[in-house]
């Protein structure tokens, strides 16, 4: 399959998980006039228009960059300290959805203030305590992968690093039910601190599209993926009966193996009609066809302009019902996060769980199976 480029402002942030939090401020928006730090500088520049973000960055000091009109500059303490104002079309009457702030060094030291600043004031800002997805993490890829329950615990360990190389990050993020997506983020030479949100309208920051999509007041989220494509096939949802909380969907496999003709149910903890979620056939040297859902229950939903961050593969639960088709590969999971993330309804679903995304393949055809036959399932609980 094609790699995709993930669709955020800068490369690195392709790694990054995000989390669910919320701002501190009495009706959920922090003051416009109020950029006295470089968080709250890049949180309210979200909604503006270019033009006034402009303004403000230039009366603050920053110069213009003069080959690239959204990138702004200014030099603090010897460090070059970069703002990005991103835009569709860079109009300057055009509301800002996503902004960002870099500083690039070989100075470890430096990296780790401007890190540790900027957590400092996502802490005085947000309320990281009402969130529903949250990664707080310090990685070496590969090995001594740490994930922390709290803020203060990852730092705890940060104080204690003395160098980075190019496989360790350090990150904190997450994203409110504003659909507000925060991101601090510590990448070989490089710290980023990014803030999007494409709902912003200049001053109502509610997701406003429920009533855009079809079955938005259900239980679970089903979507379709095209497996050599990567393209989107629509979605369905339906109840089920008996939640339960936890980080994963409580999958109940009956699995009967196709000799000939076998066939997937998955069930949603009880293997019962009530709570099914998936029947789908398995043919040897054929192909089957999922009979729950029905495929004409399958609607196609509003997409939007923008991604939302990749979790991670620890932010996706990989179904393996039938032995053989987990989905671990990371551009593949990376493909198909890009296709869904971009919807109304994943994103809907999404902000309103604390469950992992599920990823099942469905291949109706093996044996001498076609893989044009076989598709992604992806199922989200909403809580």
């Known amino acids: 399959m094609k790699k995709l480029i993930f669709k955020t402002v800068l490369p690195l942030l392709a790694v990054v998980l995000l989390a669910v939090a919320c701002t501190k401020e009495e009706n959920g928006n922090p003051p416009v006039g109020n950029t006295d730090n470089d968080f709250m500088l890049v949180k309210n520049s979200l909604g503006m228009t270019f033009a006034e973000a402009e303004s403000i960055a230039l009366g603050k000091g920053y110069v213009k960059s003069p080959d690239k009109d959204y990138v702004f500059t200014v030099n603090e303490n010897g460090n070059t300290k970069r703002l990005w104002l ?7 009457e055009e509301i800002l959805k996503n902004v960002a702030m870099s500083v690039r060094s070989t100075d470890i030291g430096v990296l780790k203030t401007y890190f540790k600043k900027w957590v400092g004031e996502m802490q005085q800002n947000v ?17 001594n992968n740490r994930e922390y329950s709290t803020v203060d615990a990852l730092l705890s360990d940060f104080n204690q690093l003395t160098s980075v190389d190019e496989d360790f990050s350090a990150q904190v993020a997450c994203v409110d039910r504003q659909s507000f997506s ?13 803030i999007i949100n494409d709902r912003v309208d200049g001053g109502n920051d509610t997701i406003p599209f429920s009533d855009e999509i079809v079955g938005s007041d259900r239980d679970i989220l089903l979507m379709r993926v095209d497996y050599l494509t990567c393209n989107y096939l629509g979605y ?6 008996d939640k339960i909380s936890g980080d994963t969907i409580p999958f109940v496999s009956v699995y009967y193996p196709p000799s ?6 998955l069930y949603y903890r009880t293997a019962d009609s009530a709570n099914m979620l998936f029947h789908g056939d398995i043919i040897w040297m054929g192909c089957g066809m999922m009979r729950y859902p029905q495929p004409s229950s399958f609607v196609m939903g509003p997409s939007n302009l923008l991604n939302l961050p ?8 990989n179904y393996n019902g039938t032995r053989h088709t987990t989905v671990t590969d990371e551009t593949d999971l990376r493909n198909i996060w890009n296709t869904i993330s971009v919807q109304s309804e994943f994103q809907w679903f999404y902000s309103r769980t604390a469950k992992k995304v599920s990823v099942y ?14 598709y992604y399932l992806v199922f989200v609980e909403q809580q």
């Open 86 to 92: 991103y835009t569709n079309t860079y109009d300057s």
């Open 127 to 143: 309320d990281l305590s009402n969130v529903t997805h949250k990664k707080i993490t310090i990685e070496h890829y590969g090995n």
């Open 182 to 194: 925060y991101n601090i983020l510590l990448y070989g030479d490089m710290v980023t601190l990014q």
């Open 236 to 241: 369905t949802t339906f109840n089920i009966r």
């Open 260 to 265: 000939d003709f076998g066939y997937q149910k």
């Open 310 to 317: 990749y979790p991670g593969q620890s932010g996706i639960a």
């Open 361 to 374: 393949l469905y291949t109706p055809s093996v044996g001498v199976g076609n893989p044009a036959d076989w």
